[in-house]
């Protein structure tokens, strides 16, 4: 398929899929988003950077189930092919509330696709922090650690 405009919406679709799969605890929907092993890269959240089983990421995500709220808004995106790979690159306003608890991250989510019998899946995920607003690195790390908390992780 050569880019068109109906393959950069697909693509731009499927990284709100992401978002909105993690705010919504479809953990079945946010799987078969990816290929069966992915590298995942938030490092600069302090987290994950690593190839890893898509079910791993998957259930590492699940600790957002602790949460009363998340909220993931998808913005800028830019979509980049070529042949059977591509690249989405957007920015993402993501904010977690627990309790009095709220923390919120900002940064750049870059997904890279490939194309397979399936589909386009996403066979790579990196999340470049810029900033945390409200209270700061500290009010995000409490947050998460109320989720993991309520989550029993």
């Not at 990421?57 to 993931?72: E, K, N, Q, S």
Request: with cysteine; glycine share 10%.
């Amino acid at each position: 398929m050569t880019d068109t405009p109906i393959l950069r919406t697909l693509l731009a679709d499927r990284v709100i899929a992401y978002a909105m799969a993690l705010d919504a605890r479809d953990w079945t929907g946010f799987r078969a988003l990816f290929e069966d092993e992915i590298e995942v890269d938030y490092g600069s959240l302090g987290s994950l950077h690593a190839t890893v089983d898509a079910q791993v990421w998957t259930d590492r995500c699940r600790v957002l189930g602790g949460f009363d709220a998340t909220h993931h808004k998808i913005s800028n995106i830019v979509v980049e092919t070529a042949g059977d790979t591509a690249r989405v690159t957007s920015y993402v306003d993501a904010a977690h509330f627990i309790g009095d608890l709220s923390g919120f991250v900002l940064g750049t989510y870059i997904h890279d696709f490939r194309r397979d019998p399936n589909g386009w899946r996403i066979r790579a995920v990196r999340l470049v922090v810029a900033g945390y607003p409200g209270g700061g690195r500290a009010a995000f790390d409490r947050a998460f650690e109320a989720a993991r908390a309520a989550w029993g992780a």
